[in-house]
């Protein structure tokens, strides 16, 4: 599936929708076990907030932040589908759910490896000491 260059994306209900460059197609395609992600399920793939743009429905998306408040999750507000988040471990990046991709069926691409987000660095206890 060649997804490189400008794709577009939307939430269920189409209320929320989004611009993504993918220079060189997907890059880091992750599930995380956090918490939250596990709860989700989503596959994603990372990208500069550059290459991350809402074209429509800003206002219907919703933010949720937990633990340490850095990554910021949103979702639609009508639907309640997830579309991206800023990331907690490199905040100048957007991992966006690729089922939201214009395109893109997630069970299509494969073994997804995942990513240990349940025993993040942020949340270890050694380094909350030396802060």
């Known amino acids: 599936m060649d997804v490189r260059g400008l794709n577009q994306g939307a939430c269920h209900c189409g209320s ?3 611009e993504i460059e993918l220079t060189n ?3 880091d395609l992750n599930r995380c076990n956090c918490s939250m992600c596990s709860r989700r399920g989503a596959v994603v793939t ?3 907030l550059s290459a991350f743009k809402v074209v429509q429905g800003e206002e219907n998306l919703s933010l949720y932040q937990f633990g340490t408040k850095t ?3 949103y979702f639609c507000s009508i639907c309640g589908i997830y579309t991206h988040h800023r990331r ?3 905040p100048n990046q957007f991992s966006v759910n690729v089922a939201c991709i214009k395109g893109v069926d997630p ?3 494969g073994t997804i490896p995942t990513i240990d987000g ?3 660095s942020c949340d270890r206890s050694d380094r909350k000491s030396r802060l």
């Open 88 to 90: 907690r471990s490199n």
């Open 107 to 109: 069970f299509e691409l």
């Open 25 to 27: 197609g997907f890059e």
């Open 46 to 48: 990372s990208v500069p």
């Open 118 to 120: 349940m025993n993040h």
């Open 71 to 73: 990554a910021e999750h």
């Open 16 to 18: 929320v929708r989004f």
